[in-house]
């Protein structure tokens, strides 16, 4: 697991960390410390990752997706999707987006992806985040 934070922007990436080491994590960390404005969703969205406890610590209005389009695992995985829509994380995923790049100075975040970003079946995350619907190039403030 990796945690970022420069200026007011955090980035959470925890690998393939799934239930078991989310339980261990929110054991030994303080949701504070928690935190992240962009959460790299664990285990490529497997069913047993980014757990509603988890998710609540957390609390990022950005979720990535690594998951290869048709995958053999069926990930993301569709309840792991609808705890993220619940709770109005913004969704991006590399099986439908392509390549996510999220860039930030500190203060916004500007994200691009490969194929144009996401952003009519995630608008009610953008607008409860207070972000405009992303497309290539453009930014988050």
């Given amino acids: 697991m990796l945690r970022l934070h420069f200026g ?8 393939d960390a799934e239930k078991r080491v989310e339980r261990e994590i929110l054991s030994e960390n ?4 928690l935190q992240s404005t962009v959460l790299k969703v664990g285990h ?5 990752s980014t757990m509603p406890e988890f998710l609540a610590a957390v609390r990022p209005r950005i979720g990535i997706i690594s998951a290869g389009e048709g995958n053999p695992y069926g990930h993301p995985d569709a309840a792991l999707l609808e705890r993220l829509e619940n709770a109005g994380v913004r969704i991006l995923r590399t099986d439908r987006d392509g390549a996510v790049h999220v860039l930030t100075d500190g203060a916004r975040l500007e994200i691009t992806c490969f194929v144009a970003c996401a ?4 608008a009610a995350a953008s ?5 405009p619907d992303h497309h290539q190039g453009e930014e988050e403030k």
């Fill in 8 to 15: 007011g922007e955090t980035f959470l990436l925890p690998g």
């Fill in 127 to 131: 607008a409860r985040a207070d972000t």
């Fill in 44 to 48: 490529h969205g497997s069913k047993n």
């Fill in 30 to 33: 303080s949701a504070e410390m």
């Fill in 119 to 122: 952003g009519a079946a995630n």
